[in-house]
């Protein structure tokens, strides 16, 4: 049995497929003391479910952090794209 093992995804949304498989089987390695790592190539809300079952099991999420982009006007700028 590996003692580390890494899962990497796009994304996790709301509800899906990849998602549940991902998340059932990172807590049934991890309930064999498998460490593991879950990495995302975009953003993950605090607020997804998958998010919140991983992290309350103590399994590492690794994501890069929103960007707030600057405005025209050098403000900052809303998802809407509005100042």
Do not use: C, K
Request: glycine share 8%; net charge positive; proline share 7%.
């Amino acid at each position: 049995m590996p003692t580390h093992v890494y899962f990497v995804v796009w994304w996790f949304d709301r509800f899906g497929g990849m998602e549940r498989h991902v998340t059932q089987l990172a807590l049934a390695l991890a309930a064999r003391d498998v460490r593991v790592t879950v990495f995302s190539e975009t953003p993950l809300p605090d607020s997804n479910d998958y998010v919140r079952t991983l992290r309350a099991a103590t399994i590492r999420i690794i994501a890069p952090p929103y960007v707030r982009a600057r405005g025209p006007r050098g403000g900052r700028q809303g998802a809407d794209g509005l100042e």
